[in-house]
């Protein structure tokens, strides 16, 4: 028997994190089949000796989620652990966890502080202090724009951006680092900002520089405990010094521009004070600070290049392979002083020569200035979305170029293979682009001028992202960042998370720009309950969704005074909605990206799916009178979506694939009327595209050739739909077809990550428009949900996945002969798949400790089954 996975609030051993909820979780794995008996320990000293909490050993408590009733004070470390009872008799107790509180609401006794030199230079700021007799020491500081943190010329930690990008209006995030093992006789701590979300150039139409303040600033207390037990605090103010550092330009879009000549190798040293002066305090008019949410930006994977590719051009460009998000480091020999070495990034090439158009006015760029001295470099307050990089300067083959993919540290937890390279190779493209846009923020794309927390491409893939990767610390910050946009908006949810403070340039015609002005669009604004509802589905954290659960009540309350506004008919057919956006059936405006759906069909159907999802929440958390009154909601809306887009034989008005995607998925229509949805959903499949050799009179293939013509609502939605309601062939076909549109076109073409764009690149390998044309865009990647929950058969009948039905799909044409995954559930490792035979098919699971599974075959096996492997053949 072992105790493993100890987490709180969903990291481990976490130091300085947020704690206004304290959830611990853990995972048992035993020969038994149930626990039979768990006791949590909460105490003030790693042995044991001052117990602060004691549980006692009981049935009830499970290490899905475990809230203790402890007081926590500021700054102080905690340790626990668990014991578990299996009903086999086996028993054990874990290793002892520990988490430490940050500052909490404790008052700070820093100034904030910043140079006094020129303000777009990214400074160095530094303050000296002896460690004489120092036991223990913690720095508690948050950076503005982004910092790095070193001691004694080390890096603290692998924090990369950090403190991440939030909505500095209302909340600043704290990090808190140990620096005991850093600690020497004399010591210097020093601090480099630079301008990154909060100052350099980003946002809407190109973006724009000193968005939230036009000076990079920084507050931090450094913490002392001596041996004699007394302690000290050295705050920042305006004793600390500062310098220029040899970063002389940066932002988000445009890269880097590092001079070495004017870099001291040694700044970050005590006894260098030589062109140092004192920092000067500066007034804070931006959000409060509060201790961190954010898990760390780390480097993840590194990557050699596969190739050096000289263009027609007379170019020397790298290929890594694949496409990344992060950057280049360079080690660099010896080179004249003053010699100019420069990276441009690309995520594609054309006529073989480099291109970057499709980044729009992001440069992506980083340069290097030589000092004359051999050099490891790499950037510090960006990063790049790429897999080509252009080299100038150097010789390629004299220098060492490491690829370096960073995100949010959080690990993978679901794995599929099946016997169809296209296949797994789609599968990583969709967990290369949750790689690269989970960067703090759950990003639309990595690389042009845009990145940003697009919401509803957040709500689409969410079911995958947690699927693919542990996710609810990663998406807990994100929920902070809405529900404090949201209150200003009165319940509204803007198009993107953090909003990026309005400096508005006016469109052509005069009028504001739309992105930046207006908020809250059907299926975008709808993460506000999708989110919650799916990260309690996955990892039945309860008081995570308590503390979510005002957002979702926020976002129905919200629609519902639109709908009231406009007359109270229980539609919302009012204000801009990207609806079914990038969709390919728009005939009458092929150039529009907006789909032929109807936007208030949609925005009708979402305000009735949310309302459902915040009844079930609210029935949940135990508030009955909010369960009734939303359930009440969502079957008003359902009747008057029937009332006004259905004729009384079930005819939607709405021809589109979508339209009875949406009808199916969110349950507008009653189940009389199901069968005629499917019929036309299955009709609406086989006309686009190259039906049009069918309709001259050849004969259909078998299996029938279908194309989607679904955008981003219709999309996710739309093999999970056709799977439901029993037909899996069409499903199948979609996912198998490998020509334009189609995932494993995307895969024939060359894709490591997933595009925007269903035609992203054309079939002569040229792209297809420079506007709006990413090719690492997660959210058509959120087809690998549907490969889960119905290609392998594993749905989640209780959160947390405590209990599971398992009905694998396999494909009735035997086209996929193999499917295998593994999910590493907040209750332990599930393992599940199937295998064509020559007589049949080989079904096998695995049920973690503890848990509990209902099997429903193909062939009308069906049994429950408790924790162990099994093998079933039909």
């Avoid at 704690?19 to 979780?25: A, I, N």
């Avoid at 700054?75 to 054990?92: E, F, K």
């Avoid at 008919?569 to 150039?591: E, I, M, S, V």
Wanted: glycine share 8%.
């Amino acid at each position: 028997m072992q105790i493993s996975k100890m987490r709180v609030n969903h990291i481990e051993n976490p130091l300085g994190f947020a704690t206004d909820l304290l959830t611990l979780s853990w995972v048992v794995s035993s020969t038994g089949k149930k626990q039979t008996g768990a006791r949590v320990e909460i105490a003030a000293d790693p042995d044991f000796k001052q117990i602060l909490s004691d549980s006692g050993m009981r049935e009830d408590i499970s290490g899905i989620a475990y809230n203790p009733d402890i007081a926590l004070s500021p700054r102080t470390r905690y340790y626990w652990r668990v014991t578990a009872a299996a009903d086999n008799g086996d028993s054990c107790v874990s290793d002892t966890a520990w988490f430490e509180t940050g500052k909490r609401d404790e008052a700070w006794n820093a100034s904030w502080i910043a140079a006094p030199f020129d303000k777009e230079i990214s400074p160095l700021m530094k303050t000296v202090f002896s460690g004489k007799d120092v036991v223990s020491a913690r720095i508690y500081i948050c950076g503005l724009g982004s910092y790095e943190l070193y001691m004694n010329g080390e890096k603290v930690s692998g924090d990369l951006l950090a403190p991440g990008h939030h909505s500095y209006d209302f909340w600043l995030q704290t990090f808190a680092y140990d620096l005991t093992s850093y600690i020497k006789e004399e010591n210097a701590l020093g601090v480099m900002l630079s301008a990154a979300w909060y100052k350099g150039r980003f946002g809407f139409d190109g973006g724009f520089s000193n968005i939230y303040g036009d000076q990079m600033r920084m507050i931090a207390e450094i913490h002392l405990k001596y041996a004699d037990g007394s302690e000290k605090v050295i705050p920042t103010d305006d004793n600390w010094l500062c310098k220029p550092s040899a970063v002389v330009k940066s932002s988000i879009y445009y890269g880097e521009d590092f001079d070495a000549r004017l870099y001291d190798p040694d700044w970050a040293m005590p006894g260098n004070t030589e062109g140092w002066v004192k920092a000067c305090t500066v007034e804070n008019d931006l959000g409060a600070l509060h201790d961190r949410y954010s898990p760390p930006v780390l480097v993840h994977e590194t990557f050699k290049p596969v190739k050096v590719i000289d263009t027609p051009r007379g170019e020397k460009v790298l290929d890594f392979g694949q496409n990344m998000t992060g950057w280049v480091e360079i080690d660099l020999s010896a080179m004249e002083a003053g010699t100019k070495v420069i990276l441009s990034y690309s995520e594609i090439m054309q006529d073989g020569c480099f291109y970057r158009d499709n980044l729009r006015t992001a440069e992506c760029q980083y340069t290097y200035i030589s000092d004359g001295k051999p050099a490891h470099v790499r950037p510090h307050g960006t990063y790049y979305g790429f897999r080509f990089v252009k080299v100038e300067g150097v010789d390629p083959e004299k220098a060492v170029f490491t690829g370096c993919a960073i995100h949010s540290d959080i690990e993978r937890t679901g794995w599929i293979e099946t016997d169809d390279a296209r296949i797994n190779r789609l599968v990583l493209n969709a967990l290369w682009g949750q790689k690269g846009n989970f960067l703090d923020v759950p990003t639309d794309c990595p690389q042009r001028d845009e990145r940003m927390g697009w919401t509803g491409d957040a709500q689409i893939f969410a079911g995958t992202a947690c699927f693919n990767m542990y996710t609810p610390a990663f998406y807990a910050k994100y929920m902070e960042d809405l529900m404090l946009e949201q209150k200003p908006l009165e319940g509204g949810i803007p198009f993107v998370i953090p909003v990026i403070k309005p400096k508005v340039r006016s469109d052509a015609d005069g009028s504001p720009n739309m992105f930046a002005m207006n908020h809250s669009s059907t299926a975008w604004g709808d993460v506000a309950c999708v989110l919650p509802w799916t990260l309690y589905s996955y990892y039945g954290d309860k008081e995570m969704l308590r503390r979510h659960y005002p957002a979702m009540k926020g976002w129905v309350e919200y629609i519902r005074r639109q709908d009231e506004n406009n007359g109270g008919h229980r539609l919302w057919q009012t204000g801009f909605h990207f609806a079914d956006w990038l969709a390919l059936d728009n005939y009458k405006d092929p150039d529009s990206p907006v789909g032929a759906t109807d936007a208030y069909y949609i925005a009708s159907a979402y305000y009735s799916y949310s309302a459902s999802l915040a009844a079930k929440a609210a029935k949940v958390l135990g508030l009955e009178a909010d369960a009734q009154e939303y359930e009440k909601l969502s079957d008003e809306v359902r009747n008057a979506m029937i009332k006004e887009y259905f004729s009384p034989n079930g005819r939607c008005t709405i021809n589109t694939q979508t339209a009875r995607v949406v009808a199916l998925y969110f349950g507008i229509v009653p189940e009389e009327m199901q069968t005629r949805q499917m019929d036309d959903l299955k009709e609406l499949l086989r006309i686009p595209l190259d039906h049009r050799a069918m309709m001259a009179g050849e004969k259909e293939p078998y299996p029938p050739k279908v194309a989607l013509t679904t955008g981003f609502v219709g999309t996710p939605y739309l093999c999970p739909t056709l799977s439901k309601f029993g037909d899996l062939m069409d499903a199948y076909s979609l996912l198998l077809k490998t020509d334009y549109p189609s995932w494993l076109y995307e895969v024939s073409m060359g894709a490591t990550t997933v595009w925007e764009r269903w035609n992203s690149v054309l079939p002569d390998g040229h792209i297809s428009g420079t506007g709006m044309n990413s090719l690492n865009h997660y959210a058509y990647g959120s087809i690998v949900e549907w490969m889960y929950r119905y290609m392998c058969g594993l749905n989640e009948t209780a959160p947390g996945f405590k209990a599971v039905r398992f009905q694998p799909c396999p494909d009735p044409e035997n086209r996929l002969g193999k499917a295998q995954m593994v999910y590493d559930s907040a209750a332990g490792e599930y393992r599940c798949g199937w295998e064509k035979t020559d007589s049949g098919y080989v079904y096998n699971l695995t049920v973690p400790f503890d848990c509990e599974a209902e099997v429903v075959l193909p062939g009308g096996t069906r049994q429950t089954v408790g924790a162990g492997s099994y093998r079933f053949e039909e």
